[in-house]
């Protein structure tokens, strides 16, 4: 069974552009989640979707948007990139909500 | 905002040996989950407690969760190399929001 699969591994990007993230869920999972993590802020949690609907998002500024589609995949966006962006951005799902989580192996974005 | 905090934050332990790792949180919360990270790697989720008393155990790990006591604790039984790593607690604040503790690094020395 594949696990859950994000695009890009490995990004760079300069400050003011923006950038999409690509989460591929567990087959027949529905939920997904995703989190930043930085050696200073440590793990923070970015939204969470459940068949299509933003159920929870976190303490992140309106640059910071996501969506779900039919098929469970999910996508984030970051627009006008700043420096404290760069991160390591974290998508796990799960079979339904409050289910134990499976993790992507993350995409890392740098931003110059 | 809900604060959740671990400690100890770095933890060296003998093989062998017993040890137990405490997550408080500030505010009421029925969901607990536990994480792990191996250094330069994803999370793998340990476990997820859902009610007052909830008790879990996988191996050499076992989690707990006192909701009115707002504490859950990871004991860790006669500890191994391969144990070594990050663990993480977070707490789901009703529903709404998700806090991670500050992780506690485990190092088990032979």
């Known amino acids: 069974k594949a696990g859950v699969t994000q695009t890009p591994r490995y990004l760079i990007k300069t400050r003011g552009q923006q950038v999409t993230l690509s989460c591929s869920p567990i087959?027949?999972?529905?939920?997904v989640s995703w989190y930043q993590q930085t050696p200073g802020q440590g793990l923070q949690f970015l939204f969470e979707?459940?068949?299509?609907?933003?159920?929870n998002k976190g303490n992140f500024p309106g640059r910071f948007s996501g969506r779900q589609f039919s098929n469970s995949r999910s996508e984030m966006n970051v627009s006008t990139l700043e420096l404290g962006d760069s991160a390591l951005y974290l998508c796990?799902?799960?079979?339904?909500?409050?289910?134990?989580?499976?993790f992507g192996d993350g995409t890392r974005l740098s931003i110059l | 905002e809900l604060k959740v905090e671990q400690n100890p934050l770095f933890l060296s332990m003998q093989e062998g040996k017993n040890y137990t790792i405490y997550c408080n949180y500030s505010?009421?919360?029925?969901?607990l989950y536990w994480y792990r990270q191996d250094p330069g790697k994803s999370l793998e989720s340990l476990f997820v407690?859902?009610?007052?008393?909830a008790v879990k155990q996988e191996g050499r790990l076992m989690a707990s969760l006192d909701t009115k006591a707002r504490l859950s604790t990871l004991h860790i039984t006669a500890a191994v190399h391969d144990l070594s790593a990050t663990y993480f607690c977070?707490?789901?604040?009703?529903?709404?929001?998700?806090?991670f503790g500050t992780g506690t690094s485990l190092t088990v020395i032979p």
């Open positions: 087959s027949g999972h529905r939920s």
């Open positions: 407690l859902l009610s007052n008393g």
């Open positions: 979707y459940f068949s299509e609907t933003q159920r």
């Open positions: 505010t009421t919360s029925d969901r």
């Open positions: 796990a799902s799960s079979l339904s909500l409050n289910q134990p989580q499976h």
């Open positions: 977070a707490v789901d604040s009703n529903g709404n929001q998700f806090y």
